[in-house]
């Protein structure tokens, strides 16, 4: 397995990406490097990373990775010489002996290369401060995810998506009603008129986002959307320098049933909305499909945390660009019961000193 790593020109050290200033800094001689300086600094890196694709797999292919080959990819570091061993979709990680960064180069070329990526916007500190900030309001976590120890375990990964531009149409017919209530002396009177509502249209979607790995929670991904878009930059290898990457082993087939949903949902809602003036409207028809659909592969930028408690697997993400964050947090539910223990018994006191007080 070939690799790339990006050094400091000044003074031969590791060259990692910063989300904080946007650029490349070198800690050890505080030199300073734009996305533009390392293409012109490394160009032949970019251009040759590109060109050694590992060939296309088809979708019964990477079902027999996922199942056979956890960890497949052996590389060396060029920078210690250690022999590390890598899950088969990893395409940028970190050596695990002298933790400088490396890139893969075969991972994320030829069919594997995302056309766009969006550069981590929030650094290790504001994403472990969204953290503390959400666990100081849950007062049933276990004590030791709390733990500064348990939160620094954050890992920055920039996850494969596929994005969709779309265009879904058709038609939804609906029966609508209209109500009248009105009193004449000792009786109340109700009007019900119904009526049939019909609504067409050709609605375009643009750049609807589906994670394309399987490792990542499809609906933890959903939460921490949406990404802007307006910050999306061409894909450069430099960008994953200091930052773990994964290659895509989920197909545009297996994504494509919920890129469907999100898109037909969005267009009903649209048609179904413009139906007013009723007091209620129920959909008694609905033909609206994707009509057009154009993928892309990129790289979007999210902060991992997993917690195991009891057995049980807890994940927890923030989104790399904006800050929004999600998660399935832990519950220790002996404190629950003791809190619910506690409050009853306040009250059951209340109330004994209450009838007390009457009598």
């Not at 930059?233 to 290659?247: H, N, Q």
């Not at 649209?270 to 007091?279: A, E, F, P």
């Not at 409207?281 to 991992?304: C, E, G």
Request: proline fraction near 4%.
């Amino acid at each position: 397995m070939e690799v790339v790593q990006y050094k400091c020109p000044n003074c031969g050290a590791d060259l990692p990406f910063n989300a904080a200033t946007q650029g490349f800094d070198c800690k050890y001689c505080d030199s300073n490097f734009t996305s533009e300086q390392m293409g012109e600094i490394y160009p032949s890196k970019e251009t040759h990373a590109l060109d050694t694709a590992e060939p296309p797999k088809t979708a019964e292919e990477l079902e027999q990775d996922k199942l056979f080959a956890e960890y497949n990819a052996l590389y060396n570091c060029p920078s210690c010489g250690a022999a590390v061993v890598t899950e088969n979709t990893t395409s940028a990680t970190t050596c695990f002996y002298c933790h400088s960064p490396v890139i893969l180069t075969g991972r994320l070329s030829g069919e594997y290369k995302p056309a766009k990526l969006i550069p981590f916007q929030i650094i290790k500190s504001g994403a472990e401060q969204k953290l503390q900030e959400y666990c100081k309001k849950r007062w049933f976590l276990p004590k030791g995810f709390k733990s500064g120890a348990t939160i620094k375990d954050m890992t920055a990964i920039y996850v494969p998506y596929w994005i969709s531009d779309c265009t879904a149409g058709g038609r939804i017919t609906a029966n609508c009603k209209k109500l009248r209530k009105w009193r004449s002396g000792d009786y109340m009177y109700t009007e019900t008129k119904e009526y049939i509502a019909v609504r067409d249209g050709d609605m375009r979607f643009d750049k609807i986002p589906h994670d394309a790995s399987t490792r990542a929670c499809d609906t933890l991904m959903e939460c921490i959307e949406p990404f802007n878009y307006s910050e999306i930059t061409d894909f450069k290898m430099s960008y994953l320098s200091g930052y773990i990457a994964e290659k895509y082993d989920v197909t545009q087939e297996q994504v494509y049933p919920r890129v469907k949903e999100r898109a037909v949902n969005g267009a009903t809602k649209v048609l179904k909305d413009s139906i007013t003036g009723y007091n209620s409207v129920s959909i008694t028809q609905n033909t609206i499909d994707i009509l057009k659909n154009k993928w892309s592969h990129y790289l979007l930028p999210v902060w991992f945390l997993s917690y195991t408690y009891q057995g049980k697997d807890y994940h927890f993400a923030v989104n790399g660009q904006t800050g929004k964050f999600a998660g399935n947090l832990p519950i220790v539910w002996k404190k629950v019961i003791l809190t619910l223990g506690i409050g009853l018994a306040v009250i059951d006191l209340l109330i004994a000193l209450f009838l007390l007080f009457l009598y």
